[in-house]
């Protein structure tokens, strides 16, 4: 078959450069490699990252940073859906960089808590993934988690079936729920779930016979799905400990009261960190599951009074961090909004340093009260705050599409912001940064297509983060294929000129060639 782009030469070119027909003409330089993302706008949905050779379609990070040094790593972030239709070009778990481009983009689902984790003494990536916010219930949801290695291979999926009673007694086939899913240093995870239950309600002037969702956390094995613990928030809290207020919920089993609302939940050895939204509460439990201290963000709960700005309020990803006999620090992404309590307070990464054993003498003490200053960000829901290695701190604002890494010093050293998507449009449950090193299974996808007198080729690799260069081979026919130089990495795809008929790269890690691209022609 005859190339399009000979047609394109012979009337362009003089007869000597259509004798080389199958070389590099001279005109077709490989070049440095250029970076090749298109930017599609159009409103109302958000800008995002469109490639020729695969089919993602990443949001364009809106960048500002104040040039102070960034913290290693890659972005875990999961967007998904908060006003359909408007709101997003790609629903997925992603992995980026801190410039906004696309490493890493996984199954179009609605996913949370897409994050590194160790298991077994490796490396792997865990998420959530399932359904959410469907019918009465609101805020929580039903799936399994995703184990990954450092190919992308699904090594794992747990799969709980925990017997839950829902609002409209839809079964679900999976039953974790989408707050948590944190795989332990034992090999085990730990998953939250809820569970429509009827408890007696007139201490908050419910009816005797009302129905909550009781907030229920389970330890797993994550090969065999059996189950090692459980915990149910209902026998252990009163239900007045509740800021939520009951708003003409609890009536029936249709309209559960959230009165705990689990969002977090971490193992300090064989005890467990407990996070409760809407209690406005951290419990700290022993390995039976009996409270061993709480800490209230407007009382202090077992400690002294919070000072001013150790407030907290609709709190979540409660983060132990230091932990000694004498003391332990909390990090939270203290929300401070809900839907009915908004406006007043921004939203805050708090550290908090707490004395052991707690005494009411003693008021914890505020370590880390982030904010922007140029920027106040009300956050109704969702959220997380990693503080991470070299102390710089990543906050992933949940409900509004924005993330923002402060340094480890002054609470206000805003280092890098990236918003994501308009307010209110896209949620991204929690966002996490890690140092993360994968070399998908998979072939590095190429395409070639005209560019005018040249050829143009595009190559990008999912998943792949040590790729340096792409060295590229051409010829005339799929099968005569030599070697015409390396062109530099330059993000998810790369663009390359191209002088010969047909194409094909292969990645070059570590100053070695290895996965080969499918081959190419024009
Ligand atoms: C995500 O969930 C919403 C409902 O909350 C649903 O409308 C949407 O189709 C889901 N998206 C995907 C990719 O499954
Ligand atoms: C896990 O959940 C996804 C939906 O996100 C579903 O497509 C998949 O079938 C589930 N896997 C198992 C093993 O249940
Ligand atoms: C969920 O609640 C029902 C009562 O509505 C109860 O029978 C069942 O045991 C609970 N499930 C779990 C896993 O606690
Ligand atoms: C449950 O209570 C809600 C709120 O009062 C009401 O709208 C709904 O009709 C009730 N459902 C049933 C099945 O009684
Ligand atoms: C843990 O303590 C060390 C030493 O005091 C300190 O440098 C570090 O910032 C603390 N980490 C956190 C997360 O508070
Ligand atoms: C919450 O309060 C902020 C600040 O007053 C406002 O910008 C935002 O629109 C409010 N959100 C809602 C859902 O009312
Ligand atoms: C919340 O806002 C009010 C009103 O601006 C202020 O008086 C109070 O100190 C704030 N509380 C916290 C914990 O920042
Ligand atoms: C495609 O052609 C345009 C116009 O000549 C040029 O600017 C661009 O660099 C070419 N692309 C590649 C990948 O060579």
């Known amino acids: 078959m005859v190339p399009v782009i000979a047609a394109v030469v012979l009337a362009a070119l003089p007869l000597a450069q259509i004798a080389s027909c199958g070389s590099s003409p001279p005109s077709c330089p490989l070049g440095p490699g250029l970076e090749s993302a298109e930017i599609v706008n ?105 184990f990954l290695d450092t190919s992308y291979n699904e090594i794992l999926t747990v799969c709980p079936k925990l017997g839950l009673v829902t609002p409209d007694n839809t ?28 408890t007696d309600l007139t201490s908050v002037g419910g009816p005797k016979d009302g129905w909550i969702f009781d907030c229920l956390f389970f330890e797993i094995e994550p090969e065999t799905g059996k189950i090692l613990f459980q915990w149910s928030a209902i026998e252990h809290v009163p239900v007045t400990a509740s800021q939520q207020p009951l708003a003409g919920t609890g009536l029936n089993q249709s309209v559960p009261w959230d009165w705990f609302h689990i969002n977090s939940i971490v193992n300090i050895g064989d005890e467990y960190l407990v996070n409760s939204r809407h209690t406005w509460t951290t419990f700290l439990l022993t390995s039976q599951g009996e409270i061993i201290w709480q800490i209230q963000g407007n009382t202090g709960g077992d400690f002294g009074p919070l000072p001013e700005n150790g407030h907290f309020r609709w709190q979540h990803h409660a983060s132990p961090h230091n932990i000694t006999k004498d003391s332990i620090t909390l990090s939270y992404f203290n929300n401070y909004n809900s839907a009915i309590d908004n406006g007043t307070n921004q939203t805050t990464g708090l550290e908090l340093l707490l004395s052991l054993p707690p005494k009411k003498s003693v008021s914890p003490i505020v370590l880390k009260d982030l904010a922007d200053p140029n ?148």
Request: with cysteine; aromatic share 12%; proline share 6%.
């Open 42 to 146: 159009t409103p109302p949905t958000w800008p995002y990252q469109k490639f020729k050779s695969s089919p993602f379609t990443p949001p364009q990070f809106r960048i500002t940073t104040n040039g102070q040094p960034l913290a290693p790593g890659l972005l875990f972030i999961t967007p998904s859906e908060q006003t359909p239709e408007v709101a997003t070009s790609d629903v997925a778990p992603l992995i980026m960089t801190d410039a906004g481009q696309l490493v890493f983009n996984g199954p179009i689902v609605n996913a949370t808590n897409f994050r590194h984790a160790v298991y077994k003494g490796k490396n792997i990536l865990t998420y959530w993934s399932g359904i959410s916010t469907a019918g009465a219930n609101i805020g929580h949801g039903y799936g399994n988690v995703t």
């Open 171 to 198: 079964e679900y086939s999976c039953e974790a729920d989408l707050h948590e899913s944190f795989t332990t240093d034992g090999d085990t995870i730990i998953v939250s779930a809820y569970n429509a239950t009827q």
């Open 375 to 522: 920027e106040a960000i009300f956050a109704e829901s969702q959220g997380s705050a990693e503080i991470l290695p070299n102390g710089n701190t990543i906050m992933n604002y949940g409900q509004i599409a924005i993330l923002k890494e402060y340094g480890p010093n002054s609470n206000s050293d805003v280092r890098w912001t990236a918003q994501f998507a308009g307010p209110n449009l896209v949620q991204s449950y929690r966002g996490f940064k890690h140092v993360w090193h994968a070399t998908p299974t998979t072939c590095p996808d190429l395409v070639v297509e005209n560019n005018g007198t040249c050829g143009a080729g595009y190559v990008s690799w999912n998943g792949a983060t040590d790729v340096t260069a792409w060295a590229v081979y051409e010829g005339p026919t799929n099968n005569q294929l030599s070697f015409v130089g390396n062109v530099g990495y330059r993000g998810f795809e790369t663009a390359f000129t191209v002088g010969g008929e047909c194409v094909q790269v292969a990645a070059v890690i570590d100053g070695k060639e290895c996965e080969r691209s499918n081959v190419a022609c024009i």
